[in-house]
């Protein structure tokens, strides 16, 4: 075959995300609190965006986002920020004078920025924000301030490195030797000396030992509480107390009173020197209930309201003040304005379309509470509202709606359905059935999985053990032996 160099016209589609949509499509599924903050940032880098206390008006470039945006073009929203420029420089004649401007500014100092008359030196807020120590720097600041050599100290801080943030250390002596270059036995030795801090119980590496650590310092060596910890964890787990009292030769009254010292224990001692913080949900929806209708209420309390400069736009229209590069940068950033504006609207519009299909599929729920939830999927609310799946996935992700029933994720209203006899129920349903079936037991005597089973064909819900096994893992119900309290 002869080499040959020859030209090819070739017609092809693809779709091409402009930055305006992906823009669009990350503001789209952006929580609350993370779209407050991108607002804010693009506001520092926008000299057009302002916040604005009040709502988007029309002069604002709101009129921009009327219509449907979904299928226009990239040449066509062009063609839009074109027109709209050119009529903001036919209906702004008049000019500012920018040199003016600025030499105001400069000749007080406000540019530099040392301008504020009045002003009084204060201390920074971050100055009365107390730091809570770590358990790392609770167990370092112990070591110090004991009567040990500097090599014990020196080994002591490495191992306490090693320790997690339960309190557990995570290494075994053969390890630590290795790494710090010293022989098994004063690791060994430098250990038991971390284990006598506090707090109780620091530096083991199971919670046998940890626990036997706390009796020892609670002076109950040799006694049945040390027994039964030592070699009868197992048994206790599984609550044979009768196992027990005839192994130690005990009433069952003397186990009972041991057991319960025991669960007064701390299996975690670095539970209380934990630095992580709560994250607290804030609802992106309100559903409140007025007579016998239901409204729908963005929550737009920490978001902040933005709107078009004018100052900017008078100072695009003026020609004379601008040079060719300096007015392409303002264009752009104008652009970019309005494209967030209407980023913005469409956002809200498309939370609030599936926010009010949500209630429409749902409604019983809203009506009667969770054992009334039904089956429903992203396809269901796309079909109904027209969109695609994957923006109602984005809109459903890390947001919450609050209700007269309580504070759900937008994911809490799609389940997977379950067969009965009287038509499809929803797996949230069951599991909420199943959690409550369990809160009503006999502690006790606590219901098997089988027994559970057989509860809900009662109630006609057909469903497998491993089903249920598996719902009751995802709702963090434990086994009916690990469930079951002493009857003493």
């Given at each position: 075959m002869a080499l040959e160099t020859r030209l090819d016209a070739k017609l092809m589609q693809k779709l091409v995300l402009t930055p305006?949509?992906?823009?669009?499509?990350?503001?789209?599924?952006?929580?609350?609190?993370?779209?407050?903050?991108?607002?804010?940032?693009?506001?520092?880098?926008?000299?057009?965006?302002?916040?604005?206390?009040?709502?988007?008006?029309?002069?604002?470039?709101?009129?921009?986002?009327?219509?449907?945006?979904?299928?226009?073009?990239?040449?066509?929203?062009?063609?839009?920020?074109?027109?709209?420029?050119?009529?903001?420089?036919?209906?702004?004649?008049?000019?500012?004078?920018?040199?003016?401007?600025?030499?105001?500014?400069s000749s007080d100092g406000r540019d530099l920025g040392y301008f504020n008359p009045g002003y009084v030196e204060r201390p920074e807020f971050e100055t009365f924000i107390s730091d809570s120590k770590d358990l790392t720097d609770h167990l370092i600041w112990q070591v110090g301030l004991c009567n040990v050599s500097e090599e014990i100290k020196e080994v002591a801080e490495m191992i306490i490195g090693n320790i997690d943030e339960n309190g557990y250390l995570r290494a075994t002596d053969e390890e630590l030797a290795r790494l710090l270059n010293v022989d098994a036995r004063t690791v060994a030795k430098v250990v038991t000396f971390i284990q006598s801090l506090d707090p109780p119980g620091v530096c083991a590496r199971n919670i046998q030992e940890c626990l036997l650590i706390q009796i020892k310092m609670l002076a109950l060596e040799g006694t049945l509480i040390e027994k039964i910890v030592r070699h009868n964890i197992?048994?206790?787990?599984?609550?044979?107390?009768?196992?027990?009292?005839?192994?130690?030769?005990?009433?069952?009254?003397?186990?009972?009173?041991?057991?319960?010292?025991?669960?007064?224990?701390?299996?975690?001692?670095?539970?209380?020197?934990?630095?992580?913080?709560?994250?607290?949900?804030?609802?992106?929806?309100?559903?409140?209930?007025?007579?016998?209708?239901?409204?729908?209420?963005?929550?737009?309390?920490?978001?902040?309201?933005?709107?078009?400069?004018?100052?900017?736009?008078?100072?695009?229209?003026?020609?004379?003040?601008l040079g060719k590069d300096d007015k392409q940068f303002l264009i752009d950033k104008y652009r970019s304005a309005i494209w967030l504006l209407r980023s913005l609207d469409e956002r809200n519009k498309t939370i609030y379309r599936v926010t009010e299909s949500i209630?429409?599929?749902?409604?019983?729920?809203?009506?009667?509470?969770?054992?009334?939830?039904?089956?429903?999927?992203?396809?269901?609310?796309?079909?109904?509202?027209?969109?695609?799946?994957?923006?109602?996935?984005?809109?459903?992700?890390?947001?919450?709606?609050?209700?007269?029933?309580?504070?759900?994720?937008f994911k809490f209203f799609f389940s997977s359905s379950l067969p009965t006899q009287t038509g499809d129920i929803s797996s949230t349903s069951v599991k909420d059935l199943i959690k409550k079936i369990v809160e009503e037991e006999d502690s006790k005597h606590p219901l098997t999985d089988k027994r559970i089973v057989e509860i809900l064909e009662e109630k006609n819900i057909k469903i497998a053990r491993r089903t249920l096994a598996k719902y009751r893992e995802e709702l963090k119900i434990p086994s009916h032996t690990k469930r079951k309290k002493s009857e003493y």
């Open positions: 305006q949509l992906q823009q669009a499509i990350k503001l789209l599924q952006l929580p609350q609190l993370e779209l407050s903050a991108a607002i804010n940032q693009e506001m520092v880098e926008n000299p057009f965006l302002e916040e604005n206390p009040e709502d988007y008006t029309k002069e604002d470039g709101a009129d921009l986002t009327e219509g449907d945006s979904s299928g226009s073009s990239e040449e066509s929203t062009n063609s839009d920020y074109t027109s709209e420029l050119e009529m903001s420089e036919q209906s702004f004649s008049s000019s500012i004078s920018v040199d003016d401007y600025f030499e105001e500014r197992l048994d206790l787990e599984k609550k044979k107390l009768n196992i027990i009292a005839k192994q130690y030769k005990a009433t069952i009254d003397d186990v009972a009173t041991a057991v319960k010292i025991i669960e007064g224990l701390e299996p975690k001692p670095g539970r209380g020197f934990s630095k992580t913080q709560i994250a607290y949900i804030v609802p992106d929806v309100f559903i409140e209930k007025d007579d016998d209708e239901y409204r729908i209420i963005l929550n737009d309390d920490n978001i902040p309201k933005i709107r078009i400069s004018s100052t900017y736009k008078e100072l695009l229209t003026n020609k004379k003040l209630l429409y599929f749902q409604m019983d729920f809203f009506e009667k509470g969770v054992q009334y939830l039904k089956p429903l999927n992203l396809k269901d609310i796309a079909e109904h509202i027209n969109m695609h799946e994957s923006n109602i996935s984005r809109v459903t992700s890390n947001k919450y709606l609050t209700c007269n029933h309580g504070i759900f994720p």
